[in-house]
């Protein structure tokens, strides 16, 4: 293996892990990703011979100026200042892959790197930044041994050094040479990134983890899930339906054996009480705040109880930071990851229409546990006499057809409960699900869904129920939330994705014990998540999003309390071994405590360390004491008399190349009939005898070398006649 392409390789792929670490984990727009993308697989396929061209040459000064330029013009037109400077960064990276020259600019290029390592890890570190954190720890000790070699050799050339035969450093041929690096030298230098993996995990479970840190400047990205903000136009929803990111996760205990593939579970989100004839808003702004009650738990019914089914939810950063609720919820319990100490602490408050929302400096998201009452307990939410109007407000021009056909469906049956199911049923049966309606554009959507077009999203069967029950005098509201997840197999949890939100109908009812009742009216095959469950596809996507949770809960949400538990449960499970061992008895339990063992630990490796230095030292005076193999003095004289024969070429201006063999040199000078050029090579051929050719030099030969290369030396070309004196009688 060549040693300059294998170094070139490997820094290639130091600065693209360094690259995609930052684009992986920035706020990047899809463009900007693309073109840094682009931009690096150019700069990166730029062929080592073109580097010295001047075009390049000019880049790499006028570019980082331009560069810095434009993203300053950037900044003050109020661009985030941490979006600015990540882009900078790897735009940076990509103009010094594209015009580097020599080892002093690829030292440069893995210092970017690792300053792109850093920036991602304030970035907020997911899993696709923690595989190109392990691809760094197995390239970086091989590109930076490579990369000092490399200074070496060119920092070596430029002092003037020669090699052992006594010619001048040649670079262009180390770097050609297939000696200098082999598989042992690869496989030690990734094999290195084994120890630094170990000491770096240890310093990460040890280190303490206080809140003070650049996480204070992470900024997750937020996407704005539609439904679940303070106004939802109707047609919106519907495009979530093929959105397969990832909302929320949530794991059930006591499932069956196999667990459903698919789980239905209504999780409410937020409420709309106002419909206008084309959007859903809410007439209350503010609701009920309160925070947790001194127990990182909030009550939204009452105190848990043990009898409580609890379900365990991750929920993802989401804007607006809306908690979502399974049906029948008396509590939440949030459990709260390390905050910085300078950001806003954590707080829940409770919003109008049944809404909780969270604030605070918990950037990733929101892990609670959400208790849920049993089925015989009655759970009942009174509407005041006062608000019974809001949820019976109709639009002004709603057309009259649509409360004829109410009537029409419901007026049959003898309660406002029996008429709401039989609502639903007529929705639920006669109209199709399609989330491309035609409907959406119209002036009157709800109308064109029930009479032309019947067919629709959730939204439209959710509204048109809503409104129907409020011309037969049953209050209702529109409701926003997810319909559920697919079971993933590898993290054992179900993944609510953005596609799985839906939206349904709650009406109350003046019962002592029903209140609020949910209906959904959407048909079966819109009401349930619909991710597909088999397939390789599935396979892999399933691997890595447990991967991705298991690397966020483990990895970046790893706090002080789970620092903690950590030594807890070591310190626990030290002291089950030594009740097993009956060393906690008599002498034996002082000697075996924790601290104890910690400093005899402590004090055997101080040992061992001071024994490995003696004994090192001591073979490093054996060494020294090795009588070390003399040069031949003889090889020693011939390589000093070429030197001086290159020196005299040097006065003549006919220097050799430090990448021409001497020998191809002389021939060179002889092929262009130079004066000097069979002597030249006649000394040429006597050096190359003497040094590998086995040729002893004799004193005389000696002497006559150093005469003809005085002559050289000394050599002046006669006087040019010109051509017209030479023409002249």
Request: hydrophobic residues 40%.
């Amino acid at each position: 293996m060549r040693f300059g392409l294998v170094h070139r390789i490997m820094t290639d792929a130091l600065a693209a892990l360094g690259v995609l670490a930052v684009v992986n984990t920035a706020s990047m727009s899809p463009w900007t990703t693309a073109l840094v993308l682009v931009s690096l697989a150019l700069a990166l396929a730029v062929p080592e011979a073109w580097q010295n061209r001047p075009t390049l040459r000019h880049l790499a000064t006028i570019g980082p100026l331009t560069l810095f330029a434009v993203q300053g013009v950037r900044l003050l037109a109020g661009r985030p200042a941490l979006d600015v400077a990540v882009e900078f960064a790897a735009i940076l990276q990509i103009v010094r892959l594209a015009t580097r020259r020599g080892a002093a600019h690829d030292q440069q290029i893995i210092v970017l790197a690792l300053l792109h390592f850093v920036a991602g890890t304030v970035l907020g570190g997911g899993l696709s930044y923690g595989l190109c954190f392990v691809g760094f720890l197995v390239v970086a000790p091989g590109a930076l041994v490579l990369s000092h070699l490399r200074r070496e050799v060119e920092g070596n050339y430029r002092q003037g050094a020669r090699d052992r035969t006594g010619l001048p450093v040649d670079v262009p041929r180390i770097l050609r040479s297939r000696r200098v690096v082999g598989r042992g030298f690869l496989a030690t230098t990734c094999l290195l990134s084994v120890p630094i993996f170990l000491f770096t995990a240890a310093l990460f479970v040890m280190f303490p983890r206080v809140g003070l840190s650049l996480l204070l400047l992470n900024h997750p990205q937020k996407g704005r899930m539609v439904g679940f903000s303070d106004r939802v136009d109707l047609g919106e929803v519907g495009v979530l339906r093929s959105d397969p990111s990832i909302a929320l996760r949530f794991e059930v205990p006591d499932l069956p054996e196999p667990p459903p593939a698919r789980l239905t579970l209504r999780l409410r989100g937020t409420a709309f009480d106002r419909y206008d004839g084309r959007r859903w808003e809410r007439t209350q702004r503010s609701g009920i705040h309160g925070g947790f009650d001194g127990t990182d738990t909030l009550s939204i019914v009452r105190r848990p109880a043990p009898s409580d089914r609890r379900i365990t939810f991750d929920l993802e950063p989401i804007d607006p930071s809306v908690v979502f609720l399974p049906p029948r919820t008396v509590a939440l319990q949030v459990r709260v990851q390390q905050q910085a100490v300078l950001g806003e602490p954590l707080n829940l408050s409770r919003g109008p229409e049944g809404e909780v929302r969270y604030q605070g400096s918990d950037s990733h998201g929101l892990r609670y546990d959400a208790f849920i009452a049993g089925d015989r307990e009655p759970i009942v939410e009174n509407l005041a006499l006062q608000d019974r109007p809001r949820y019976l407000d109709l639009p002004q021009e709603m057309p009259s057809r649509i409360g004829q056909l109410a009537h029409e469906w419901a007026d049959a049956q003898p309660t406002p409960y029996l008429k709401a199911k039989a609502l639903e049923e007529h929705l639920k049966h006669d109209f199709k699900y399609d989330t491309n309606s035609p409907s959406g554009g119209k002036p009157q959507p709800v109308d064109h869904f029930l009479f032309d077009s019947k067919r629709g999203h959730c939204e439209f069967f959710s509204t048109a129920m809503a409104i129907m029950l409020r011309e037969l005098g049953i209050p209702s509201r529109n409701v926003t939330g997810f319909v559920g997840g697919t079971y993933n197999r590898f993290g054992r949890y179900y993944a609510v994705r953005e596609g799985d939100a839906h939206s349904w109908v709650e009406a109350y009812f003046d019962d002592p014990i029903r209140g609020w009742v949910t209906f959904d009216p959407t048909p079966t095959s819109g009401a349930q998540p619909l991710q597909e469950t088999t397939g390789a596809y599935v396979y892999m996507r399933d691997l890595v999003e447990a991967l991705s949770q298991r690397w966020n809960r483990y990895v970046i949400g790893y706090d002080l309390k789970t620092q903690v538990r950590i030594f807890e449960d070591i310190s626990r499970g030290y002291e089950r071994m030594r009740a097993k061992t009956g060393t906690n008895k008599g002498v034996a339990e002082r000697v075996t405590r924790g601290p104890v063992m910690v400093g005899i630990l402590l004090v055997g490796v101080g040992v061992g360390y001071v024994l490995w230095k003696r004994r090192r030292r001591s073979k490093d005076k054996d060494k020294d004491t090795t009588p070390k193999p003399r040069v031949d003095p003889k090889l020693e004289a011939a390589s000093a008399l070429y030197r001086q024969l290159e020196l005299a070429l040097v006065t003549q201006g006919i220097s050799r190349p430090p990448s021409l063999p001497p020998l191809r040199h002389a021939e060179e000078l002889a092929a262009r009939s130079h004066p000097l050029a069979d002597d030249i090579l006649e000394l040429t051929n006597v050096y190359l005898a003497a040094r590998f050719g086995g040729t002893t030099m004799s004193d005389d030969s000696a002497r006559d070398y150093e005469k003809k290369v005085r002559e050289i030396r000394t050599y002046k070309p006669p006087p040019q006649v010109p051509a017209a004196a030479a023409s002249a009688p």
